[in-house]
Structures are given as structure tokens and as C-alpha cells.
């Protein structure tokens, strides 16, 4: 970690010690702002490059406006870390990300100055819509600033938000462009506008000349008309026509988002404007950081530095690199994302196919029924997506795919409880909505090659399916537990117990929660209690599945539990334990299911989220051990 130095930044512990420092300083500040993220996300892991780039506007922001009375709403939240310094949380940044410490996002429960939680894109311009709405009503002063990535402009409800805006309101829209080209290329005349703009009494002497035009008698307002019409003829002709001020919002842009003291100059400017206005930046994504400049994707996410140990495949890898392998055999597959081509593993995919790569933007239920339509007219989409994420997509999934009987492959990655994120990224209401969908299998492998394999079987069923994985590697304990032969192509459930051995219980179990289960199985053997474990490599349709583990339920056992790292209701456990009542042999067992009750849940200081959850190994033991006794008899 970087030695710490006698700094701007240490001075700063609210936006009114800000406001204190010099102009002259901002430059410095900026530049001690992202020497601080450098070193503190390369060590702690994070979103880097997306707050480099917002260093000088987040400072203009909170120089022109005063939070919290002041709203100011960044979407997508993760490019709030610079905000979070200059509101009082620079001495916690080192718990970012981390159990009971800073929200990578922006989290109402943690300051006054979060105005509104934005852990997915796209929503801010509809709630900072109700903020101005509500402040009108009030009667406040406030003003409400919507930080709005290109990113997440690509989404839908953001054009219904512009939609709904109103000129006379204390709302400030600022688009930060900083990949996409929302615009076009900036010219001399648009730059010349842009500086003309920002100004300082600009808008002043166009709004007094506006009033002395339109008081002419008879003629002023028909003149100042036709003088508005004439100027927007004259922008539209020398540098093509603008979108914002089709919708009659006042524009600012577009403008260099790094010149601290030229934001400033238009942030006061769109306040002094009593209007509803879009101020327009160019910024670079990585600002300040060579190597997050140069490749940006890849810094936009950084993982803990791991000290060299983090090199094995994670799942998502593992998919794309798998996948790419298949189109190469079938032209027919094609890979569909929602602006996740890196998260998800796509770069492969779109190095190698690029024809059938399809990014569609932060726009989930435009990527499944576009998906519908590929498949529609012949082809394999596969659509990769965090299961957070799918949860936007769920109508589209229900009536544009499984309703028309579509063979479209869900490939939902972050699958159950997330350490990092929070519960805004928690993958854990997929299980549940997913599996209400009449014919849909829902593989969940454990392993590397059982990922490829639930692969082959989604790919070759000829109907809509899902495969989902957590975030992060395969846990080779449970590869040589499970599968001491190598792990055979044919997708089932797994076991670790003989038929005909003694045994006081058995655990079913998915995915990553095997780990926890091998663990309590062995603290259960130092109580001289016996636990069999089931690993399922599929969990839907329920009724087969249920029929495969009556099958090797054993005689004798006095409790058959259910461990998942999703809700309860809906999920595997309690939609299994329901069917099995139809088998005798399972009608007399005592059934428990260990899942997750409060999905919104936020873990203590240095506790993990299965921790928090009570679904970690020691907490199993000890509710298994409560459910049957440790002599092995029922309580």
C-alpha cells in the first residue's frame, strides 16, 4: 500500500471542506483522487476504471451542489467511489466491497448522501424524476443531478425517463460519454458552442434578451419564434440535429468532462437556467492509469490481488472458451450479451465469431426476445447473463421464448450468494422464477466439465433451457469427492455413499454449496453422525428429479435436508420436499430445508455471506445434528 502524504484529499471529510479548497488546487486533487483508487482497488479488487474517469466531475458535483440536501444519483452506481470519498467515507474505503463494509454501490443505509441505490443500470432518470416531482410538490429548493453512464443509456428505461421529462423542473441530466459515440464527432463549431455556453452570464443575457424580444407588442412572441426556429434550422444544418432539445430539454455539451473548472462553470449554469438540462461530458474511461486507459474492459472490473494463486479457470472462462468451441462445429449458435462481453466470458466468442455476437447494450429483456427471434428463424442463441440481471428479463423468458417453445440457452452466470457486490448482485431468486416455467431443465453443475457437459445436453435437447454457475472456480475437493473416475458425460446426480451402508442422513445439494456440505459432513463424523451426500447436476423437472433421489434414499435414515444458497420459497429444497411426499419411502423421513430466508441480507464485519445466512458448514452441522439427534435418533 502507498505511503500516505500530506494531501488535499486527507483534508477532506464532507463536501463543505471541499468547497473550501482553492480552484487553483482541483487539478492536484484530481490527481491525488486517482493515485488513492489505484492503490486501493488494485489490493482490494473493485470497478477502477469507470471511477477514473468521473474524478473531475464528481468534484465539480459536489463544488456547484450541496448534499444531501442536494440529491445526486449515479447510474450506474458503481462509479460512485469518488463520491463516497468526498462525502466522509475515505477512512473506510479499505472495507470497500468487503463484509459489513462500504457497498461498491451507492446504499441509502450507509449515508444521507445516498440519495438512491443504483446496483442496475438504467434506473436513475426514473427515480431522479420522482425526486424533482417530489421536491415541486414540496415546495423545495433542491436540485436532483442524475449522473448517467453511456452504458446505461443504452438501456430502456431511460428513453421512457426522457420521455416523461418536464421543462420546469430542477433536474439536471449529465450524460457521461465515455466509449459509446452518442454524438457526433465534435467539430469546431460544436466546441466553440460548448466553451460559448459555459460561459458565465450566458445564459443570463439569453434569457434577457428571450423576455425584451417577447414584451414587443403584437409581434414579439411571433418574432422570438420564429428567431428559435431559425437558430435550431441553422445547429441542425452545421452539426446535425440533437436529440435532447427534440424533446425540448435544454442542452450544455458536448464538453470536455475532465476540465474540472469548465464543469463547474456549466453545472452553475444549468442551475441558474431554472430548466430541466442535459449537460452533455466526454471522459475517458481508466483516466489517469495507462493500462486501464489502453484496456478499459478489462479494468473495469478488478479482482483482489491474490498474489499470483488466482490463476485457474473460473466458470465464466470456461463457458466462453467452451462455447467458442461449439460455433465452431455448429454456424448456428450465436452468443447474445447485455453490455457483459468480458464479465460473462464472450471475448472469445466475439474474437472469434464476431458475426455471431450480438451486444445489445444494458437492455436484458431486448437481449432475450432478440435471442427469440434468432431462434425463431433456425438459429442456437445462447444468452449469457448474471442472474441479477435476469430477473429484468423474466416476462420476455415466459411468453417470447418458453411460450413459442424457442431452443434458447440461459447461461446465467453469478449464480447464488455474491461476497463482493452485495445483495444487489445476488443470484439468488433464479432457482425460484425459473423453475415456475413449465419444460425448462435447469442444470447446475459443480465442476468444469460438468458445465461443459450441461452444455451439450442444453444445446442438443431442442428446447429452452438454463445452466447456472457461481462466480468463480470449481473447488477440486469436490471434483475428486464426487467424481473419483473422472466426471462422465451423462448429467445426473451424483453420490457419495455405497448402497445398503448405514446412515443417519442425507444431504442433496448444487453447485458451489457442496463445498459447505463435504465440510459438515465431516464435522457430523466427529459426532458419530453418518450424512450421505447427493449432488445434483440438474434440478428441474422436479418431478424426475424427485423420482431420482427416492430411488437412493436408504433404508433407515432419519432426516433427508436440502441445502441451497437461494430463497426458500420456490426454490430446490422446498419444491423437491413437496414431490417426494408422493414416494412412501420418503413419506416417514424427516425433511428440513436449509435455504436462504432473507435475501437482502448484508453480513457483519468479518463474516461471510454464508455465514450471514446460516448456510455455511459449521451452522449445517449444527442444525442437522438439532434435527436428529446425535445419538442418530429423530427429535
Known amino acids: 500500500m502507498a505511503e500516505k502524504t500530506d494531501s488535499l484529499l486527507e483534508k477532506i471529510n464532507s463536501p463543505d471542506d471541499l468547497k473550501k479548497i482553492p480552484e487553483k488546487d482541483m487539478d492536484k486533487l484530481a490527481d491525488q483522487i486517482r493515485a488513492f483508487l489505484i492503490d486501493r482497488v488494485s489490493e482490494n479488487g473493485g470497478h477502477l476504471a469507470s471511477n477514473l474517469g468521473v474524478v473531475e466531475l464528481t468534484i465539480a458535483l459536489h463544488r456547484v451542489f450541496s448534499s444531501p440536501n442536494d440529491h445526486i444519483i449515479f447510474d450506474v452506481g458503481h462509479q460512485c467511489y469518488v463520491h463516497k470519498l468526498l462525502t466522509g467515507r475515505r477512512d473506510e474505503f479499505d472495507s470497500l466491497r468487503r463484509s459489513g463494509g462500504l457497498s461498491g454501490f451507492p446504499k441509502r443505509e450507509e449515508s444521507e448522501h445516498d440519495a438512491f441505490g443504483t446496483g442496475h443500470a438504467s434506473t436513475s432518470l426514473s427515480a431522479a424524476l420522482g425526486f424533482a416531482e417530489a421536491d415541486k410538490l414540496s415546495g423545495s429548493d433542491a436540485y436532483t443531478v442524475c449522473v448517467l453512464g453511456d452504458g446505461a443509456y443504452t438501456g430502456g428505461m431511460i428513453h421512457e425517463a426522457l420521455n416523461n421529462c418536464k421543462k420546469r423542473l430542477r433536474l439536471i441530466i449529465i450524460l457521461n460519454e465515455n466509449e459509446m459515440s452518442i454524438s457526433k464527432n465534435l467539430g469546431r463549431f460544436a466546441k466553440s458552442l460548448s466553451h460559448l455556453r459555459a460561459t458565465r452570464g450566458y445564459i443570463r443575457t439569453k434569457n434577457f434578451f428571450g423576455r425584451l424580444i417577447r414584451v414587443i407588442p403584437g409581434i414579439g412572441k411571433w418574432i422570438f419564434n420564429r428567431m428559435l426556429r431559425l437558430k435550431i434550422g441553422m445547429k441542425a444544418a452545421l452539426y446535425g440535429s440533437n436529440t435532447f432539445e427534440d424533446l425540448g430539454l435544454f442542452y450544455l455539451g458536448p464538453a470536455d468532462g475532465h476540465n474540472e473548472q469548465l464543469v463547474e462553470r456549466l453545472l452553475r449554469e444549468a442551475k441558474e437556467s431554472n430548466q430541466c438540462c442535459i449537460i452533455h461530458l466526454k471522459t475517458k474511461k481508466g483516466k489517469g492509469y495507462a493500462p486501464a486507459e489502453a484496456t478499459p474492459d478489462q479494468y473495469h472490473g478488478v479482482a483482489p490481488s491474490c498474489n499470483g494463486k488466482c490463476c485457474d479457470k473460473t466458470f465464466s472462462t470456461a463457458m466462453g472458451e467452451y462455447l467458442t468451441q461449439m460455433a465452431e462445429n455448429d454456424r ?297 439427534g446425535s445419538d442418530g435418533e429423530a427429535v
Open 332 to 628: 448456428k449458435i450465436c452468443a447474445v450479451t447485455a453490455a457483459m462481453a468480458s464479465g460473462t466470458g464472450l471475448l472469445p466468442f466475439r474474437k472469434s465469431y464476431p458475426q455471431r455476437f450480438f451486444d445489445v447494450g444494458i437492455a436484458e429483456a431486448h437481449a432475450v426476445t432478440f435471442a427469440a427471434g434468432l431462434s425463431a428463424r433456425g438459429y442456437r442463441p445462447a444468452v449469457a447473463i448474471y442472474s441479477t440481471f435476469l430477473q429484468r428479463a423474466y416476462d420476455n423468458i415466459i411468453h417470447d421464448v418458453a411460450l413459442q417453445k424457442l431452443p434458447v440457452v440461459f447461461l446465467v452466470d453469478r449464480a447464488g450468494l455474491n461476497p463482493s457486490d452485495g445483495p444487489t448482485h445476488a443470484g439468488v431468486f433464479d432457482v425460484a422464477f425459473l423453475s415456475q416455467i413449465p419444460d425448462l431443465p435447469i442444470y447446475t453443475p459443480a465442476t468444469l466439465d460438468g458445465l461443459k457437459n450441461s452444455m451439450d445436453a442444453a444445446f442438443s435437447n431442442g428446447r429452452v433451457c438454463a445452466i447456472r454457475y457461481a462466480n468463480g472456480r470449481e473447488d477440486p475437493e469436490v471434483k475428486a469427492h464426487f467424481y473419483p473416475d473422472g466426471v462422465p458425460t451423462e448429467i445426473g446426480i451424483r453420490q457419495d455413499y455405497s448402497e445398503g451402508e448405514a446412515l443417519d442422513a442425507i444431504l442433496v445439494v448444487h453447485g458451489r454449496m457442496a463445498t459447505e456440505a463435504m465440510k459438515a459432513r465431516r464435522m457430523l463424523a466427529e459426532q458419530k453422525i453418518r450424512l450421505g451426500l447427493l449432488l445434483l447436476e440438474k434440478i428441474t423437472p422436479t418431478g424426475e428429479v424427485a423420482a431420482q433421489i427416492a430411488s437412493r434414499i436408504p433404508n433407515g435414515i432419519k432426516g433427508l435436508f436440502f441445502l441451497e444458497e437461494e430463497i426458500e420459497q420456490g426454490g430446490m429444497g422446498m419444491s423437491l420436499s413437496a414431490a417426494l411426499k408422493e414416494y412412501p419411502d420418503a413419506a416417514n423421513i424427516k425433511v428440513g430445508v436449509f435455504a436462504l430466508r432473507d435475501p437482502f441480507l448484508t453480513p457483519g464485519r468479518d463474516q461471510t455471506v454464508w455465514e450471514a445466512a446460516g448456510l455455511d458448514a459449521a451452522c449445517i452441522a449444527k442444525r442437522i445434528e438439532a434435527a436428529i
